[in-house]
């Protein structure tokens, strides 16, 4: 039942469906890390210090862009007009801030203990075919002339 209403939630809303394509959470996800983000950096920034040259959001959508399509962080810094070891610190600066608020962590490896909890398997067919080739024999090499070859 809740992944029909999921599924009813995101027709009448497309506009968030291309969002979440684009960078890979919903517009519900990314004012959420927005939040805990712009919170993170006005406590950096109390004690003093250099402005940043992108702004909270622009720096999200980098570590989005990083975390989705894993381009590497020259490729990133040249997009956004940075250096490629500020953009690795933007990025690590990001992820250390959201791992440390525990929003978005995942469940440990006790969670995975649970007698209780319902898992559902999928085995994928990985098994080996021979690839069916032409067997070679001298009829079907064509010979050339040594006297024809410059």
């Known amino acids: 039942m809740a992944w029909a209403a999921e599924m009813k939630r995101r027709a009448e809303n497309p506009e968030a469906e291309k969002f979440r394509r684009l960078t890979g959470v919903y517009p519900t996800t990314f004012n959420k890390m927005m939040e805990i983000l712009t919170e993170a950096h006005r406590k950096k920034k109390s004690k003093g210090g250099r402005p940043?040259?992108?702004?909270?959001?622009?720096?999200?959508?980098?570590?989005l862009e990083y975390w989705r399509e894993y381009r590497?962080?020259?490729?990133?810094?040249?997009?956004?007009?940075?250096?490629?070891?500020?953009?690795y610190q933007t990025i690590k600066w990001?992820?250390?801030?959201?791992?440390?608020?525990?929003?978005?962590?995942?469940?440990?490896?006790?969670?995975?203990l649970d007698e209780n909890a319902e898992?559902?398997?999928?085995?994928?067919?990985?098994?080996?075919?021979?690839?069916?080739r032409p067997k070679k024999s001298k009829k079907t090499i064509t010979p050339e002339r040594k006297k024809d070859i410059h």
Do not use: Q
């Open 119 to 132: 898992y559902e398997v999928i085995l994928p067919d990985a098994t080996e075919t021979p690839i069916e």
């Open 94 to 112: 990001i992820e250390d801030v959201l791992i440390k608020d525990g929003t978005f962590s995942l469940p440990g490896k006790k969670a995975l």
């Open 52 to 63: 940043n040259k992108l702004n909270m959001e622009t720096m999200l959508r980098m570590a």
């Open 72 to 87: 590497t962080y020259f490729h990133i810094g040249n997009s956004y007009g940075l250096s490629e070891s500020n953009t």
